[in-house]
């Protein structure tokens, strides 16, 4: 069954460091989302992406973030300068058609844990 | 920003039980409905979707849905110790893309 991937499963960090994480989403889905969830609290959207492009941004998303689709198949989610409270789990999740409902859902890859020092 | 809640439990059931997990939601237009489970420092696995007033079933699971009172609901029967997890219900962003979760309700089975 295809499935998203992430890498790292664990990266660690300086703050003020760069961070690059790195997601494979199933293969002919069309849209791609980051979310992140701190230790304790719930799941929260980053960023949407389709067509190459930002479709949807949360608060969260500010400049310190950035998204690519750098080739066909990896969708990556930058973070600039990273800070203490950048410290969560983040999700990559990939859907076929955009369109949420009965018919189509969002699957999540495996998460990559991000730890700022 | 859609407001989902969520008891946050801890609900425990003693196995072979029913299970009843609820979710209310704010926003009157939402037309579709996500339940995903998580296992701790897992990613979220989807259950159900459910978009249409009434009850839905899929094996073990039955999701409820009454948009007047705007209200979700998940039923696990025969509950197993493999159920044990947090369960997060979900609502679309207004513009289709985003999920909107709710901080989920943990549930606990014991054999």
């Known amino acids: 069954e295809p499935e998203v991937t992430q890498t790292p499963s664990h990266q660690v960090t300086q703050m003020g460091q760069e961070v690059i994480l790195r997601c494979v989403p199933i293969s002919n889905h069309l849209y791609f989302y980051w979310y992140r969830q701190i230790l304790g609290q719930k799941v929260e959207f980053l960023v949407s992406?389709?067509?190459?492009?930002?479709?949807?941004k949360s608060e969260i998303f500010d400049d310190q973030f950035s998204v690519e689709r750098p080739d066909g198949s990896n969708f990556t989610l930058k973070i600039r300068s990273t800070k203490l409270e950048d410290s969560a789990m983040y999700f990559c999740a990939s859907e076929a058609s955009g369109v949420l409902g009965a018919t189509d859902t969002q699957y999540f890859g495996p998460g990559t844990r991000l730890t700022v020092l | 920003q859609k407001e989902v809640e969520q008891n946050s439990g801890p609900l425990s059931v003693p196995e072979g039980a029913i299970a009843s997990l609820n979710c209310t939601y704010s926003d009157r237009v939402s037309q579709s409905f996500f339940w995903y489970r998580q296992y701790s420092g897992k990613s979220p696995e989807l259950i159900m979707s459910?978009?249409?007033?009434g009850d839905k079933e899929d094996g073990r699971f039955t999701a409820q849905l009454n948009k007047a009172s705007q209200y979700v609901s998940l039923l696990i029967r025969d509950s197993q110790p493999s159920d044990s997890a947090t369960y997060l219900c979900?609502?679309?962003?207004?513009?289709?893309?985003?999920?909107?979760f709710g901080k989920g309700t943990s549930l606990l089975v014991t054999p």
């Open positions: 979900a609502v679309p962003s207004n513009s289709g893309y985003a999920l909107n």
């Open positions: 459910i978009y249409s007033n």
């Open positions: 992406f389709y067509n190459n492009e930002i479709s949807e």
